[in-house]
């Protein structure tokens, strides 16, 4: 009796996990769907002595771009700059292989593995979430990407 619980009870254990794991990839699917498409930088916001504050955007800084596209059930990233005196040279980089996940997507860019923390705020705005030094202190900073239309 004891056997035939124990072999059932493993049974639940193997279909509960299966479910979950179908549920997962679902979510990513849908994610990946999402962030689908063109997105424009809008805003660098950061925390300094408890109070979130607004970093001034240079011009060209307004023209960064990333393009997410859906290509044999796999995602990739392309990242777009603008420089220069009149922000007229676009550079960009090569389509980047991105798994999406949870809350983070990662992807390898040259030699670097990079994981992004992303929230999503509403259909057309998401934003990146990470830590850079500011005036000698690690400091929280969000970027905010805009749906292009």
């Known amino acids: 009796m004891k056997k035939i619980l124990s072999v059932l009870?493993?049974?639940?254990?193997?279909?509960?996990?299966?479910?979950?794991?179908?549920?997962?990839?679902?979510?990513?699917?849908?994610?990946?769907?999402?962030?689908?498409?063109t997105w424009t930088f809008i805003q660098k916001t950061y925390k300094e002595d408890g109070k979130t504050k607004v970093f001034d955007l240079h011009e060209c800084m307004k023209q960064y771009e990333l393009i997410f596209k859906n290509s044999n059930e796999r995602s990739i990233?392309?990242?777009?700059?603008?420089?220069?005196k009149d922000c007229k040279i676009k550079s960009r980089t090569d389509d980047l292989l991105v798994t999406i996940s949870?809350?983070?997507?990662?992807?390898?860019?040259?030699?670097?593995?990079?994981?992004?923390?992303?929230?999503?705020?509403s259909q057309n705005k998401f934003s990146i979430i990470y830590s850079d030094i500011i005036n000698g202190k690690v400091t929280e900073i969000e970027d905010f990407y805009q749906r292009k239309k």
């Open 9 to 37: 009870f493993l049974c639940l254990v193997i279909i509960s996990c299966r479910s979950q794991k179908i549920t997962g990839q679902q979510n990513d699917e849908s994610r990946a769907k999402y962030f689908s498409g």
């Open 102 to 121: 949870g809350g983070s997507f990662s992807y390898r860019e040259d030699d670097l593995k990079k994981a992004e923390q992303y929230k999503i705020y």
């Open 77 to 84: 990233l392309t990242k777009i700059f603008a420089t220069g």
